[in-house]
Nanobody, 118 residues
């Protein structure tokens, strides 16, 4: 599956952004979808994930209550709504897909930069 992320940009602290990730090439509902991020000098970290139907989500503690992950299977798209952004949310954000048969995310998008100014 190919993943194309978009929606990043520069925003002031307290602002909002919505990231999108469009999938192509395979049956979208066959994958759990996730968002990860990597800040300069830091390791990539998990942000949020959603199951194939959208009925179950999971979040990193650092974004709970501020970020919302969702998916539209008719559009082969997963979203990450980010509210109350903080400077520490600055990172490159990646979407990823994990097939039901896999223990890890095995497809990755190219990343989109999110910069939050103080």
């Amino acid at each position: 599956v190919q993943l194309q992320a978009s929606g990043g940009g520069l925003v002031q602290a307290g602002g909002s952004l919505r990231l999108s990730c469009v999938a192509s090439g395979r049956t979208f509902t066959g994958y759990r979808m996730g968002w990860f991020r990597q800040a300069p000098g830091k390791e990539r970290e998990f942000v949020a994930a959603v199951n194939w139907s959208g009925s179950s989500t999971d979040y990193a503690d650092s974004v709970k209550g501020r970020f919302t992950i969702s998916r539209d299977n008719a559009k082969n798209t997963v979203y990450l709504q980010m509210n109350s952004l903080k400077p520490e949310d600055t990172a490159v954000y990646y979407c990823a897909a994990k097939s039901h048969a896999s223990n890890q995310y095995n497809y990755w998008g190219q990343g989109t930069q999110v910069t939050v100014s103080s």
